[in-house]
């Protein structure tokens, strides 16, 4: 009896390995599993009066990797050494690229306005974070149209007082409508500043008179906190500081109408704008409540706007401006005296015991509550970006959420860039990055940490 168990055991225990066997023998992919992509066309032209207007096909085959398997896919173009542009796709087969959203993308990579470019274009079939291939390479040729301004110029602001220091990257100047004259907003602490080119020391410039006037390679020009207008003359070399921000008070944003002035006990600031030089305004998201604002300069109540007509008019000194809560881009575009409050449906940030204030500590409004790192929309681009530029993390973990709620939140479960609501925590490794979110596709957002 013992003898015919021990048997029995034994056949039990090999059909268990057997069946084991099999099934990993099920899982192994298809050394020879590939996908070849194709295009529609190769040579697009991008035209600003063909918005809605289909102007690139992409296709790609499905591989076979020996089984059923759920496969998602990435588009990857990329441009003259760029970083590659990847777009998630689902599960589908091929992606139609509509005419302005194209244009975006290859603007984003640097294609050059009114230029013929080659751009390169790849599939990547996704299985799992260790499990992918990649298509074949196509190309296409492409002109794109220039949708932005672009006020850059090659110099820029340098030293102790800026953000970055001494080594940069610089803080930039703009263009302004007179050619021989640019203009840089800054946020400065105490110290000192140079101007220079390229953010190279090849072509820098001081003040050694300490009198308004540059000579290159001059002294450093000393500089005290605050947050500044440079005007720079590149005719005749001479510059002026002043003191110069925007921004928007009233009951609806989250601080109220001012408590005072500058320098007073318990003061509260104005909420700043930022100046985007793809537009030539001043920008703020934020989140407001029921209630008004109005526009003023230097956190003071001698230069203001208001909306006498309520029809996004602005008049010194004009009424408050009625607003509904909710999530706004809000600009002031002070060439046509006009302003927009462009509702948005979520206002983003980090989290993490990577970041520099860690994991949230309540909510807002407790004791003591510590808001997200927030990110801001990259303009350049358009609102389905978003960016923070030069944090410093530390090893740990991240995750992304929206208005400094759970509510609506995503990390990366298969740690492969691609995000998933209520996802798992992203791991960092110390180190200051850029990082960029992307709802490109509201279905599959994704997101890159770029080490700087």
């Known amino acids: 009896m013992k003898k015919i168990f021990k048997n029995i055991l034994m056949l039990f225990t090999a059909t268990i390995l057997l069946v084991a066997c099999d099934s990993q023998n099920l899982t192994v992919l298809d050394p020879n599993a590939s996908t070849t992509v194709s295009l529609s066309a190769s040579d697009v032209t991008l035209d600003p009066n063909n918005a809605g207007q289909d102007v690139l096909t992409v296709n790609w085959t499905e591989p076979d990797f020996g089984f059923n398997a759920g496969v998602n896919y990435k588009l990857i173009l990329t441009y003259a050494g760029s970083d590659p542009k990847e777009i998630s796709i689902g599960n589908n087969l091929t992606k139609v690229f509509e005419n302005v959203e194209l244009n975006k993308i290859l603007l984003g990579l640097g294609l050059p306005a009114g230029e013929s470019s080659e751009v390169s274009v790849q599939v990547k079939a996704v299985l799992s974070a260790t499990s992918e ?18 006020l850059s110029t090659i110099w820029g602001v340098v030293g102790s007082a800026t953000t970055n220091g001494w080594d940069g990257p610089d803080m930039p100047f703009y263009t302004t409508s007179d050619a021989n004259v640019l203009v840089a907003y800054v946020t400065l602490i105490d110290g000192e500043i140079k101007f220079r080119t390229n953010n190279s020391w090849d072509l820098n410039y001081g ?18 906190a605050g947050t500044y207008k440079i005007t720079f003359n590149i005719s005749d070399f001479t510059y002026t500081i002043e003191a110069y921000t925007w921004g928007i008070v009233g009951d609806a944003t989250p601080i109220g109408w001012p ?32 209630g008004a604002i109005k526009f003023r300069q230097n956190e003071s109540w001698d230069v203001n706007y208001g909306d006498d007509g309520n029809d996004g008019t602005i008049e010194a000194g004009g009424a408050d401006i009625p607003v509904t809560a909710g999530n706004y881009i809000v600009t002031l575009d002070l060439n046509n005296n006009e302003y927009t409050l462009e509702p948005i449906d979520h206002i983003w940030g980090i989290v993490g015991d990577a970041t520099p204030i860690g994991w949230p500590n309540g909510n807002p409004g407790d004791p003591g509550y510590i808001a997200d790192q927030k990110l801001t929309i990259d303009f350049s681009v358009d609102n389905n970006t978003w960016i923070i530029k030069g944090i410093t993390l530390s090893d740990g973990a991240i ?26 925590d992203i791991p960092v490794t110390a180190g200051t990055y850029n990082i960029v979110l992307d709802f490109s596709d509201p279905n599959a957002p994704t997101y890159t940490l770029t080490a700087i």
């Open 133 to 150: 291939i990649l298509s074949n390479t196509t190309t296409f040729n492409a002109i794109v149209y220039a949708d932005k301004l672009d």
């Open 207 to 224: 003040d050694t008179g300490n009198d308004g006037t540059l000579e290159q390679d001059g002294t450093n020009i000393p500089v005290t």
């Open 259 to 290: 408590n005072g002035n500058p320098g007073d006990p318990g003061y509260i600031a104005d909420q700043k704008m930022t100046y985007d030089s793809y537009s030539d305004t001043w920008k703020v998201i934020i989140a407001l409540k029921d």
């Open 399 to 424: 995750k992304f959420r929206a208005d400094e709620s759970w509510d609506v939140n995503y990390g990366d479960d298969g740690n492969d860039g691609t995000l998933e609501a209520g996802g798992a």
